[in-house]
């Protein structure tokens, strides 16, 4: 579980993020959803311990994300936004890397590579050298280093950024099989089908602050809107950004 609580986050005079509030329940996925530079990515980025917060606080499974910084890491998976893969390497080298990174080794790691191989539909080219893979099968390596150690909690950062119908199509799928196991899965997206799509709950960002959250049904009902796309406009206040 993911809990937030008046974070915010400053560059100069630049209000990236301003004060939001939510929390992500392990079993459902929760959307961050908002026009470009709303503050998304710098929300997750303080998550994930890559940013300090400048003030508010946020915990993962119950550690504080800068009192506790390792134990945070140790229960999240992340896929960044361009996340980039060591191309010199296999498939298969980028995942088991990364898992050794996380203390693991021997059949146990092997056998987890095999298993996110199959979950991710990899076995085609996962030992090939990384060099000119597709940003489809990029995506893929990406994903199944942030799910080596099986993380309870998964911070997805536009992850269908640049992938085709298909592969979102795929990526969708595995993204719900991580709901159906019980993980948190949170990420950001300024893309209302996919939001609609996937996410239990939603919380909308515009300006760096919530504009709105709550499950689908709910921001209907808070609105006065038919459609998640309507809602979101009014919630925002705003159609730019929209897509």
Do not use: W
Not at 150 to 169: F, H, Q, Y
Not at 196 to 207: K, N, P, Q, S, T
Request: charged content about 25%; overall charge neutral.
């Amino acid at each position: 579980m993911i809990k937030v609580d008046n974070l915010s986050k400053y560059f100069g005079d630049v209000k990236a993020v301003d004060g939001v509030s939510f929390t992500a329940e392990d079993g459902k996925i929760t959307g961050l959803l908002g026009p470009n530079g709303a503050g998304k990515s710098t929300t997750l980025r303080m998550l994930y311990t890559v940013f300090k917060p400048d003030s508010g606080t946020a915990s993962i499974d119950g550690h504080d994300i800068q009192k506790n910084a390792l134990q945070v890491k140790s229960n999240i998976g992340v896929l960044t936004h361009g996340a980039g893969i060591y191309e010199r390497l296999s498939a298969r080298e980028n995942v088991r890397y990364y898992g050794q990174l996380h203390g693991l080794g021997g059949k146990a790691l092997d056998t987890r590579v095999d298993e996110l191989a199959e979950l991710l539909d990899m076995q085609d080219f996962l030992n090939r050298r990384a060099k000119g893979f597709s940003q489809g099968q990029k995506t893929k390596v990406a994903l199944a280093r942030a799910l080596i150690h099986s993380p309870k909690n998964v911070l997805l950062d536009e992850p269908t950024n640049g992938l085709d119908i298909i592969a979102t199509r795929g990526l969708r799928t595995v993204i719900s099989r991580l709901k159906d196991a019980g993980h948190c899965v949170l990420f950001s997206s300024h893309i209302m089908q996919e939001v609609a799509a996937l996410c239990d709950e939603i919380v909308i960002i515009a300006g760096g602050t919530v504009a709105a959250c709550g499950s689908p049904a709910r921001l209907l009902s808070d609105t006065g809107e038919h459609s998640l796309e309507d809602a979101f406009v009014k919630a925002i206040g705003s159609e730019e950004g929209l897509i």
